[in-house]
C-alpha cells in the first residue's frame, strides 16, 4: 500500500500561485498514475488533473485548464500540481491518489489533502 503526503497549501490573493507536492512512499509509487482532486464541503470532488507514471499529462478539468500543471519528479517520489492564476473558487481541499491508469475507474490510495484558500 502507497502513502501518500500533500503539503504546499495554504492562503493566497487572486492571481497569485501555489505549487502543491504529491510525496509517496511505499513500492512502486513512481509506476502509478497520479490524479489531482478537489472537493469544497457540500460539492462534489472534482478530478482537475493525472500525470501518468511515464511523466505525460492526461488533461485537466476545464476549470483549470491553461493555469494548472502537473509534473512528475521520480528520482523524489514527488508529484506536483502548479496553479497559477488562482481565483477565490479554486478554493478547496486538494488531494492526490494513485491508480494503475490515469482511466482507471478507482483510485487506490490517497492522501490527506492540503486546504488551498484564495482570498484577499
Known amino acids: 500500500q502507497l502513502q501518500l503526503v500533500e503539503s504546499g497549501g495554504g492562503l493566497v490573493q487572486p492571481g497569485g500561485s501555489l505549487r502543491l507536492s504529491c510525496v509517496g512512499s511505499?513500492?512502486?509509487?513512481?509506476?502509478?498514475?497520479i490524479g489531482w482532486f478537489r472537493q469544497v464541503p457540500g460539492k462534489d470532488r472534482e478530478k482537475i488533473s493525472c500525470?501518468?507514471?511515464?511523466?505525460?499529462?492526461?488533461g485537466y478539468a476545464d476549470s483549470v485548464k491553461g493555469r494548472f500543471s502537473a509534473f512528475r519528479d521520480v528520482s523524489k517520489s514527488t508529484v506536483y500540481l502548479q496553479m497559477t492564476s488562482l481565483k477565490p473558487e479554486d478554493t478547496a481541499v486538494y488531494s492526490c491518489?494513485?491508480?494503475?491508469?490515469?482511466?482507471?475507474?478507482?483510485?487506490?490510495?490517497w492522501g490527506q489533502g492540503t486546504q488551498v484558500t484564495v482570498s484577499s
Open positions: 511505499g513500492l512502486g509509487f513512481n509506476s502509478q498514475a
Open positions: 491518489a494513485a491508480a494503475t491508469s490515469c482511466w482507471a475507474s478507482t483510485y487506490n490510495d
Open positions: 500525470i501518468t507514471s511515464g511523466g505525460v499529462s492526461a
